[in-house]
Structures are given as C-alpha cells and as structure tokens.
C-alpha cells in the first residue's frame, strides 16, 4: 500500500487527477472505476479542467461505476446516474455509450449484477479503480459483514451509511437498498486509488492500514492488492 498524505483536499484532487491523466494518455481504451460521494467532486472538477484545457481527452474511455441506490429514479437529484452526469460527464467528451452506472430499478437485479460483471469482463476488466471510504469501513457499499463479497449484488445498507448520506435527502426517504460491485469486483481492478479526507474517516483509514484484514472493515481487503495507493487529508491520516 503506497500512501500520500496531503495538507489541502485541492492537492490531493490535483494528485488524483495525474493517476488519471495520465492513465488516460498512456491507455488506447482505459476502463475506468468510478465513485461517488464528496470525496471525489475535487478530482472531477480537476479532471473538468485539464479536459477543457484539452489536456486530457475521455473520447476512448469507458466508466464503470461502482454502485447506485435501488428503487429510485435514474433521473432524481440523488441518483448516482445524475451525480456523474452532473460531477463529470457532462462537461467531458465521454460517449454516453460507453458509460456504465448499475440499474437500481433493473426488475431483475440479479441479471443486472451479472450483465455488469459480464460488461467490466467484456471491456477487458478495469485499469484504475476509483474509491472513497465510509466511516465504517465500506468501499462501495460494501457494509462490514462477516464475509467478503464477491460479484455485484444487492446490498441492504448500514445504519451509519444511512445515516450519512441521508443528509442529501431532503425531500424524501433515503433508499435503504443499493447495487454495488463486490470485493472481488473490485479487488480485480488492475490498479486502485483510494481517496479520504476530514477526521470522520481517520478510524476507517486506521483500521484498513494498520488492522486486520477482515470483512467487519471491507476496505481492510485492499493490504492484498499489489498496487493500491491512499491519498488521504491530514485528518484522514492522523490515526495512522
Ligand atoms: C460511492 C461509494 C461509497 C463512498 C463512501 C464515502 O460510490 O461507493 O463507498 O465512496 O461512502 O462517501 P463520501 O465521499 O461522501 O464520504
């Protein structure tokens, strides 16, 4: 595990989107792992900039990401759909066709989960793995558990990531299912960038560094993965 510790989250976004970049200079067709949630919006807006200073181009690339919430419209304001269109893909030259975002409305999730091992497979598996981390541990929405998962599934969310994110729900219910990509999906990413900022997730960088590997902290998984890095804030890092 490399990690990199940051005095500013915009140093670290800057960072982040080098890895990119230069993934996508380097790669004819790079496949991509993409997340969600705040920790990635600074990197986005990076790679936004580069895009529109026409350093970076995302025309030969395809996007995989990690997961999205069930039973709730593609099109709401806190569907994962609409915050990659919104975070990045609209301002950038992606083809629409060759971005993957699960179906939490799928009225067979189980056929979703393996069409969607079955496209990262038929895209040649993903290059560079994009992660945050929740409070608890979980990478996707992978919820400390007393295995680790495999392939995508469905997954009820813990309590704590309920309670995370159901400040963005404003106006209504926060889903209490989503569709994630397994560890195993994950641990299959060729390489992996973690990113953590603000003292929330210092206890969830303490143990996926320094503790055992185990399911009850699913991001423990990555002391396994011959190249991971962790670019993390001082705060994320001031347990470690
Ligand atoms: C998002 C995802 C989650 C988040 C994690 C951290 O696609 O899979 O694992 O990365 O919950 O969220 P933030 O960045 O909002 O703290």
Known sequence: ?????????DALAVQCADIFAELLRSAGAPVLGLATGASPVPTYKELIRRYKAGEISFRNATTFNLDEYCELPKNDKNSYFSFMHEQLFDHVDIKEENVHILNGN????????????????????????LLGIGTNGHIGFNEP??????????????????????????????????????????????????????????????????????????????????????????????QI
Do not use: W
């Open 1 to 9: 595990m490399r990690i990199i510790t940051f005095e500013t989250s």
């Open 145 to 238: 558990d007393n295995k680790f998962t495999k392939e995508t599934f469905v997954v009820e969310l813990a309590q704590s990531t309920v309670k995370s994110n159901s400040i963005y729900f404003t106006d209504g219910a926060m889903p209490k299912h989503a569709i994630t990509m397994g560890i195993g999906t994950i641990m299959a990413a060729r390489k992996i960038v973690l990113i953590a900022t603000g003292r929330s997730k210092a206890a969830a960088i303490r143990k996926t560094v320094l503790g055992d590997v185990t399911p009850a902290c699913p991001a423990s998984i990555l002391q396994f993965h011959p190249d991971v890095t962790l670019l993390l804030d001082e705060a994320a890092a001031s």
């Open 106 to 129: 799928a009225p067979d999730l189980k056929a979703e989960a393996q069409s969607y091992e079955a496209r990262i497979r038929s895209a040649g598996g993903i290059d560079l793995q």
